[in-house]
């Protein structure tokens, strides 16, 4: 890959960390990994994060307002008495 070429500066142990990171990613995929993959993977795994926190919000926030409209339509004919355990003694067998 051509491009416009950066010089980033981290510690000595963080570079230690992304070299056994490189390595692991190069056995995984069988091929030669740069740092510039490895911190593309590492972007597209905290992308793919962020997504699926904004999607999970979401759904929650659905369940949230579905709860709610729940709550204020109560369900006709049902009361507190519906939420007690039933023990079924007066059902025949």
Known sequence: MFG???TIKVLKETARTLAKFVGK???????????????NHLID???DEE?????RQKEL??????LLE?????V???GPQDFREYDYSDIEE
């Open 4 to 6: 416009v070429y950066t």
């Open 76 to 78: 006709v004919g049902a």
């Open 25 to 39: 990613l190069t056995s995984e995929r069988e091929r030669k990994i740069s740092y510039d993959d490895l911190i």
């Open 45 to 47: 795994i905290a992308t």
């Open 51 to 55: 997504v699926s926190s904004k999607k």
């Open 61 to 66: 926030s659905y369940a949230t307002r579905k």
């Open 70 to 74: 729940m709550m204020e339509h109560p």
